[in-house]
C-alpha cells in the first residue's frame, strides 16, 4: 500500500539543462527508489533564488528544462510525486518558524556556506537568506516526514543540520517529525570531456538533451590516454584513458575487454575507438531522447505534472503545519 511505504525526498536547484553526471549520479537512484518508497522529489527554486537573487529571471525557463530531463530519464509522475518548491508556501512558513529555534552559530559553521561564499565571489552572498540556506532545506525534508534522503556527499552537512534542527523542534514542542537519514549516493567516477569533474560551468559536458550530432562531436573531442600520443604506442586504458571511463558505463564488457586488449596491443586507435564509443552512449540516450520529445511536444503536460505534484504535496505539508502549529502554540498545555 502506497500509504505505509517509507517517505523519501530529494531535491535539485533548476540549474537547466541536466549532464550525464547528473544521470548516473544522482537520477538512476531516483529511479530505483521511486519502485520502492513514496518519493518526493522537487525543484529547489527558492534554494536557486539564493544564490541568483541578481539573475531571478533565467530561474522558471530552467524549470521547465529539468523537468522535461526528469521525466525524459524515467523519473515517473505516477509514481514519484514531482513539484516545484515555491509552489507549496508551507514550506516558508516552516522556515519561518524553524529559524527562530536555530541557532546562528550553527549555520556560520556549515562548511559550504564558507566555500560558496569564496567560489562565488562575484555574487554577494553576505545575506540572511543565504545564511539560512539549511534551514529551508530541513523545512523541505521533515514538512513531508521524510525518512531517507538521497543526496551527494556535499550536502550531507545539510542533512546533519536538518538532523540536529529536526531534533531541537521535537524537543521544544514533542515528536512531530522522525529524524531523517540521508541515503549517501554512490557517485560513479565520471568525469567531463577534459577529464575534469562532468560540470556545466566548466564547459566540459555531455547533456541529455545533445542531438546525436553533438555528442558525437563531444566525444570526439575527448582526451584518451596522454601516454598513447601515437596509435602505434600500446595504450592502458583502464589506468590512464579519460574516455574509458565512459565505455564503463555504456560498452558491454565482453566488448569492453576486446577493447582493452587492442588497445594495448596498438591495434585499435583512439579516433576509431571514440566513434564506437559514441555510438554506444547514442544509443543509451535514444530513448531518453524519445521520452523527452513526447513530453515537450505538448506544451501543457510539464505544467499538468507539476500541478499534480503541488496538489498532492500541498495536502501532505498542510497537514504537517496544523500539527506544527497545534504542538508550537499548545506547548506544555494540557
Ligand atoms: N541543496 C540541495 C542541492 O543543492 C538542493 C535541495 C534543496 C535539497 N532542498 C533539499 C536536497 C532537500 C535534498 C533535500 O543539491
Redesign the pocket.
Known sequence: MAGERKRV?????PSGKLHLGHLHGVLDNWKSLQEEYDCFF?V?DW?ALTTNYQTSGTIRPNIREMVLDWLAVGIDPSKATIFV?SDIKEHAELHLLLSMITPVSWLERNPTYKEQQQQLKEKDLSTYGFLG??V???A??IIYK?HK????I??LP??EL?REITRRFNYLYGEVFPVPDALLTEVPKLPGLDGRKMSKSYGNSIFLSDSADEVRKKISTMITDVERPRKSDPGDPEERCVAFNLHRLYVPSERRKEIVEECKAASLGCVKCKKELAEAVIAHLEPVWRRREEFSRDPGMVDKILGHGAERARGFAANTMKEVREALWNQNAG
Open positions: 525526498l530529494s531535491g535539485m536547484r522537487f529547489a534554494h518548491q540556506y539549511p529551508l532545506q530541513a523541505d525534508i521524510a534522503v538521497p543526496v551527494g556535499d550536502q545539510h542533512v536538518t
